[in-house]
């Protein structure tokens, strides 16, 4: 059983939707971190989340709208998203946030997977 | 361009056997290196964690460091089917005063019975 949560599983939306990936953790971790991973690929980073303010954004589209409310949760804000963007969407935690040489271990939840029609 | 490099197999081993896997990373300077696991249409599963240079074990688990090859593999001993996933090596490496995980293109590991 995994320690980080994402709802939904599994998600379908047209590209006029709006919807939100949602994500928890309670392990007490200060870094919370969204990837998008396509098939037979890595998972690629698209924000970082350090003591619940945004410290990286890796120049994702503004369709995509990361939201950390709390030091727990943590949200992906969808709207008029393309068909490219469908893929599995990851959620991962660390206990500290990305040093500038070193890195705590990151632990992934088991995703979102969403298909844009 | 800094780069995790790994073969992307599938590496094909008879069960019972040592799967051998490898990477090579491009940043000198990077401190962190991981081993993950990922089933076909699952998450990653972080299997080892290694900092300094060496061997590090987890049960049928090793992880080994050369940072003056910039070269970290992972030997997973008596290979079970079970152990049949795409294993991704993840190297911090720093970007204009951050660091994020770089991941490699992942290496598949068949195990047969």
């Known amino acids: 059983d995994t320690e980080v949560t994402q709802t939904p599983k599994h998600l379908v939306m047209g590209m006029t939707n709006k919807k939100s990936l949602k994500c928890e953790q309670h392990?007490?971790?200060?870094?919370m971190y969204w990837y998008k991973q396509k098939a037979k690929k890595p998972p690629e980073l698209m924000f970082v989340?350090?003591?619940?303010?945004?410290?990286i954004n890796e120049s994702v589209p503004s369709r995509f709208s990361p939201e950390c409310p709390n030091s727990s949760l943590l949200n992906l804000h969808l709207h008029a998203l393309q068909p490219e963007d469908s893929a599995l969407y990851l959620c991962?935690?660390?206990?500290?946030?990305?040093?500038?040489?070193?890195?705590?271990?990151?632990?992934f939840g088991d995703g979102t997977r969403l298909s844009i029609l | 361009q800094k780069e995790v490099e790994q073969n992307s197999g599938p590496l094909s081993v008879p069960e019972g056997a040592i799967a051998s896997l490898n990477c090579t990373y491009s940043?000198?300077?990077?401190?962190?290196f991981f081993w993950y696991r990922q089933y076909s249409g699952k998450s990653p599963e972080l299997i080892m964690s290694?900092?300094?240079?060496g061997d590090k074990e987890d049960g049928r688990f090793t992880a080994q460091l050369n940072k003056a090859s910039q070269y970290v593999s992972l030997l997973i001993r008596d290979s079970q089917p079970s152990d049949s996933a795409t294993y991704l090596c993840?190297?911090?490496?720093?970007?204009?005063?951050?660091?994020?995980?770089?991941f490699g293109k992942g290496t598949m590991l068949l195990v047969s019975p």
């Open positions: 991962a935690s660390s206990q500290s946030p990305p040093g500038l040489y070193s890195n705590q271990p990151q632990h």
């Open positions: 392990m007490g971790h200060r870094a």
């Open positions: 989340y350090s003591y619940e303010k945004l410290s």
């Open positions: 940043d000198r300077v990077s401190q962190s």
């Open positions: 290694i900092y300094s240079n």
């Open positions: 993840a190297v911090n490496m720093a970007n204009s005063g951050y660091s994020t995980l770089t």
